[in-house]
């Protein structure tokens, strides 16, 4: 049952593909384009090496059963056999995962919401009286023995019995998930025996769940749970893994137990330190220090690493080094990087580490803690070079971008009433009752990925690029148009993404050619990398907008990022506060809205749908988290007049901590994801007195399916019960650029045949 120790590891690794392999490998299977076969080819290759490169660095434990087809916690999900009855009817095991990914014409998918306060997306695992827990342990067993015939020193990773639980949503009727605890945990005691006959001889199981504020009170939880695992006589050793923050008290839970090591994130909260060296059953203990940011992109300082290091090692029985978290968040490697940095950043690139760079970190620190620091002498001096190199760059500190914050501050940030704002806008837009509009994004189309592709290539300059992405534009304005849409968008043909497309535009940015990480299932994204003072050169939007306004009498939305937004996707600077950087990026976004509005720009968007994402996991935190935040927006919206309304959207968390933010942005529109979750998020807005216009989405856009007309219509009347006709909107949940043409048209139509339909009703 006691497995020898190990010194070095990592708590997870990428899994898409360093060019994306999995992605496309995936959607060629639901197109048809490739078989199962050529799909599990695919991904057997992708972990066969992934395998080779870690045990090629010199990991001597390698977590395996990370790789997913689409989702971690779905998977988790299959493997306790607690996947949703309306799939059950799908015969073919890999078509029923899809279908409660992503669904059908015919079936809905699960919910989709924030692994934490990460980018990453995790699909909800849904707990209702029908459920029947069951071991389905061929996933995790099947990666084990690739794994070990390869040779590789395999830790198998599945996700803990609380944290599934604590994340799992009841359905139907059903009491909290976790009070089916005692339900699922002969499951784990089985799949343990299992990893043990088939030769594992460590097991992780993550638990993050513990470092929440919801896990403050599990403490007892943990120690029940883990106090039966770890007491079953035939096993794996157990290595419970927490990350995103310290685990407060379920430490010395853990501690408490049988099990044989604890991984702490000792990068996200460095009071974890402290809290390790006071938990004395550590002593029997293996610990994974997580002092490599498993997150973020910045090389580690190695000799701040190394005295922490030192610090731990009379504090546990034996100490590993690892990263705070898994890779997953982080791109392949700095390696892929070969074209040359841009003007302005330049240099930049020598400051960063992806997930190749970061597991070598961690055998750097791993060899100092074991062999001495004389024998990695070379890798310190670098570290230390570039540190200094950092720190002393004067485009970290641009003295006009501070200067200018600090004036806008002295005089305040907020705009006239809301509602006195509502009377001017409403006679100067003159719309409807439930005006219809979309979220910003439309399908990109082919056309447009081989225009980007050719001015890329220099196969075409920038002129004939405009004139493509204009006659893109003619012809989404003229569909909305067509279907009757009231408020038109341009459908941001020129946007590789929402987030990219402003950082390559914004000094203090840095983009990469293919630093990609999972955003969820197949969508993957390239965080921009924020690494000094941001500043707006020229406007960035307004020729796009007012183009699309020339083809149209109704008005046309201008579109922008918010700055809470930009923060959350990219990979920000660790060397100053996020409040600072907010602002420095909410007085860019401000300087669009002034420039559009200048420009006859009636309505502007400024997107945050990540408000909710990068809300602390801990209460104590919460509230200056979401003052600078709401701050951030409204500095970045309040230097226009009150006939302008600012829009804004949120989607795809669970945003009850945050509905008082939400009324605090004081956006004249709100619209938020609400098909999913089938309107809830509405009433938890009335309870809370939002009084402003909004948006909930009645067509969910991350499924291929249509919603049909009368569907619609009964998420309208439900929405009308909630919110009166004069303040509500309709509109997906979310952009379409990653749907398809023909069902985006299908689905728009019932949309907007739904919203007369109700609406003659009233």
Not at 533 to 551: F, G, K, N
Request: proline residues 6%; contains cysteine; glycine residues 8%.
């Amino acid at each position: 049952m006691t497995a020898p120790n190990f010194t070095r590891t990592v708590l997870g690794v990428p899994r898409i593909g360093p060019r994306r392999e999995l992605k496309r490998a995936i959607e060629g299977y639901w197109k048809g384009s490739i078989t199962r076969a050529e799909l599990a080819s695919t991904a057997a290759g992708l972990r066969r090496d992934e395998w080779d490169r870690l045990v090629s660095a010199g990991l001597d434990s390698v977590p395996t059963n990370t790789f997913s087809y689409y989702d971690q916690m779905l998977d988790t999900a299959e493997l306790l056999g607690a996947l949703p009855p309306r799939v059950a009817g799908i015969e073919d095991p890999l078509d029923r995962y899809f279908a409660a990914a992503r669904g059908t014409a015919e079936v809905a998918p699960l919910e989709m919401t924030k692994w934490f306060d990460t980018n990453y997306h995790y699909l909800v695992p849904e707990i209702g009286p029908e459920t029947a827990f069951a071991l389905h342990p061929e996933k995790v067993l099947g990666d084990l023995e690739e794994a070990t015939t390869q040779g590789v020193p395999a830790r198998p990773v599945i996700v803990g019995p609380l944290t599934f639980l604590a994340l799992a949503k009841p359905v139907d009727g059903a009491g909290e998930p976790l009070s089916r605890l005692d339900e699922i945990l002969p499951l784990y005691r089985d799949l343990l025996a299992r990893l043990a006959a088939r030769g594992a001889q460590w097991v992780q199981i993550d638990e993050p769940v513990l470092v929440t504020e919801a896990g403050l009170s599990l403490a007892g939880d943990a120690a029940r749970v883990y106090g039966e695992l770890s007491s079953a006589a035939d096993r794996p050793s157990i290595l419970v893994a927490t990350y995103f923050g310290s685990p407060g008290p379920s430490l010395e839970a853990l501690a408490g137990t049988a099990i044989e090591a604890v991984a702490v994130d000792l990068v996200t909260d460095l009071a974890a330190v402290d809290a390790v060296a006071a938990v004395p059953a550590l002593q029997d203990k293996l610990l994974l220090a997580g002092v490599v940011d498993g997150r973020n992109v910045w090389r580690t300082d190695l000799a701040s690493a190394s005295a922490t290091l030192g610090t731990l090692s009379g504090s546990a029985g034996a100490l590993a080094v690892s990263t705070s978290c898994s890779l997953l968040h982080v791109p392949y490697t700095v390696g892929a990087e070969t074209a040359p940095e841009p003007a302005g950043a330049e240099g930049v690139r020598a400051w960063l580490a992806f997930a190749e760079e970061k597991i070598d970190e961690v055998v750097v620190l791993a060899r100092a803690l074991t062999e001495g620091r004389p024998v990695v002498a070379a890798e310190f001096g670098r570290s230390a070079a570039v540190r200094a190199a950092r720190s002393a760059d004067p485009r970290l500190n641009d003295a006009t971008v501070r200067d200018r914050l600090t004036a806008l501050r002295a005089t305040g940030t907020g705009r006239t009433a809301a509602a006195d704002r509502a009377v001017v806008q409403r006679d100067r837009l003159d719309l409807p009752l439930l005006p219809t509009t979309t979220i910003g994004s439309y399908p990109q189309t082919g056309a447009i990925r081989i225009a980007r592709a050719d001015l890329r290539a220099g196969r075409i300059d920038e002129a004939e690029y405009v004139r493509r992405m204009q006659s893109e534009i003619a012809d989404v304005v003229a569909l909305q148009e067509e279907l009757g849409i009231d408020v038109l968008v341009h459908g941001e043909p020129e946007r590789n993404d929402m987030v990219q497309y402003f950082a390559e535009r914004l000094d203090g940015f840095l983009a990469t050619e293919n630093g990609w990480v999972q955003s969820y299932g197949t969508r993957c994204v390239r965080p921009p990398i924020l690494y000094g003072d941001v500043h707006r050169a020229d406007p960035m939007t307004v020729s796009w907008i007012t183009y699309a306004q020339t083809l149209t009498e109704r008005p046309v939305k201008g579109m922008l990022t918010g700055p809470v937004t930009i923060l959350a996707w990219s990979f920000v600077r660790d060397d100053q506060s996020l409040a600072e950087t907010a602002d420095q990026v909410a007085l860019a976004i401000r300087d669009e809205t002034v420039d559009l509005e200048r420009a006859g720009v009636q309505i502007i968007q400024v997107d945050e749908p990540a408000l909710r994402e990068l809300l602390p996991l801990r209460a104590a935190d919460r509230s200056a988290y979401l003052a600078w935040a709401t701050g951030a927006f409204r500095l970045s919206t309040s230097g226009v007049a009150d006939g302008t309304q600012i829009h804004t959207h949120l989607c795809y968390s669970e945003f009850g901590d945050v509905i008082g933010a939400i009324a605090d942005l004081d956006a004249d529109v709100t619209s938020i994801e609400a098909a999913r979750s089938r309107m809830e998020i509405l009433g938890d807005l009335d309870r809370a007195g939002f009084a402003n216009q909004v948006g909930p989405g009645v067509y969910d856009i991350h499924s291929p399916r249509v919603p049909a007309q009368e569907e619609i219509e009964s998420s309208l009347r439900a929405a009308l019960d909630a919110v009166p006709a004069q303040r509500l909107w309709v509109n997906p949940d979310c952009g379409l650029k990653t749907r398809g043409q023909q069902e985006t048209v299908a689905a728009l139509r019932n949309l907007v045949a739904a919203a007369k339909a109700v609406r003659a009703t009233l």
